[in-house]
């Protein structure tokens, strides 16, 4: 039997177009939503390593807490509650101020605690500034954070910035994203839990 040159190169472009065909159709291109969707959990994937919630005489943040622990345990990140002691100009930076610490120890006993209760690890550290906001973003800058979870009041001590001014400078000084959660008057999500603890939250973003 006498195979032609063409016959057998039509014959294995034939057998190219089926095997290719078949392949197109187990295997379809993705589509822009698919491509989106892909990048998007890339980025996110990327930009959650750290995630900061900072406490401070001023800043209270506990009804943040569940859902800052959520974040990190979806995200795989690392949390860390930090409780920021303002030093003033007339004591060393690093003087021992015992009333201060105490508190700051009292408030991040109960971080620990509500991520416990979410099932994340959770790492916490007092932090001597002699701003609360300064603290905070030089241990973002240092530990690389990729976000900052803030909580506070409606009541904010100053008339130009209802928020106070630490979560103001914060928000607009920081290396990466803030979460800002206020608790409303008649609000669900941010509301308290009857043992005290809080449960995720509605919330502000920059």
């Known amino acids: 039997m006498t195979v032609h040159p063409a016959g057998l190169a039509i014959a294995f472009f034939i057998l190219g177009s089926v095997v290719a065909t078949i392949y197109w159709m187990l295997h379809p291109p993705a589509t822009a939503a698919d491509r989106a969707a892909t990048r998007t959990e890339e ?7 750290s995630v900061i919630i900072v406490f401070s005489e001023e800043i209270h943040s506990e009804h943040m807490l569940a859902l800052a622990a959520r974040v990190a345990r979806r995200e795989r990140a690392e949390l860390r509650a930090i409780y920021v002691v303002e030093v003033p100009h007339t004591l060393p930076v690093d003087a021992e101020m015992e009333k ?14 509500i991520a416990r209760k979410n099932n994340v690890e959770i790492t916490t550290e007092v932090v001597p500034a002699r701003q609360v906001w300064q603290g905070v973003l030089d241990l973002a800058r240092r530990i690389d954070a990729h976000l900052i979870v803030l909580g506070s009041y409606r009541e904010g001590r100053y008339a130009e910035a209802p928020l106070g001014r630490n979560i103001e400078m914060i928000a607009a000084k920081a290396p990466c994203d803030v979460l800002i959660g206020v608790q409303g008057q008649s ?8 043992d005290g603890t809080a449960v995720p939250a509605q919330t502000a973003v920059r």
Not at 43 to 49: Q, R, S
Not at 100 to 113: G, Q
């Open 43 to 49: 980025d996110v994937e990327a930009m959650i390593g």
């Open 100 to 113: 201060e610490h105490r508190a700051a120890l009292d408030v991040l006993a109960t971080a620990e605690a």
């Open 187 to 194: 609000g669900r999500v941010l509301s308290q839990t009857p």
